[in-house]
Nanobody, 127 residues
């Protein structure tokens, strides 16, 4: 079982920036694809971004393209989500999740394709 811990959430004003971190333990990040998901109150959890094991596949949901950037540092066992020009509609709990094995070379927007999840970190965009 992969253990994932998110950090970096908090309160930010519209137009501001925030960087989320997803720290991985009990497994080498080198062999994992990592996805970021979010869930707003009263809404279903949705995919935000994903980065494959070799970075050959990087995806973003349309609503964050040009504003969010996903990256990974395998030596630090951490995946980052840099969020710029934040909007109130970005308010949600953000989760990272991992995908292992053969499919770690590919990104996915489906929750069911990710086997391990972190506990989430709250991001609130408000003035």
């Amino acid at each position: 079982q992969v253990e994932l811990v998110e950090s970096g959430g908090g309160l930010v004003q519209p137009g501001g920036s925030m960087r989320l971190s997803c720290s991985v333990s009990t497994f080498s990040l080198d062999w994992l694809a990592i996805g970021w998901f979010r869930q707003a109150p009263g809404k279903e959890r949705e995919a935000v971004s994903c980065i494959s094991k070799s970075e050959g596949s990087v995806d973003y949901v349309d609503s964050v393209k040009g504003r969010f950037t996903i990256s990974r540092d395998n030596a630090k066992k951490t995946v980052y989500l840099q969020m710029d020009n934040l909007k109130p509609e970005d308010t949600a709990i953000y989760y990272c999740a991992s995908r292992t094995g053969y499919y770690s070379d590919y990104c996915s927007a489906s929750l069911r394709d990710f086997g391990s999840w972190g506990q989430g970190t709250q991001v609130t965009v408000s003035s």
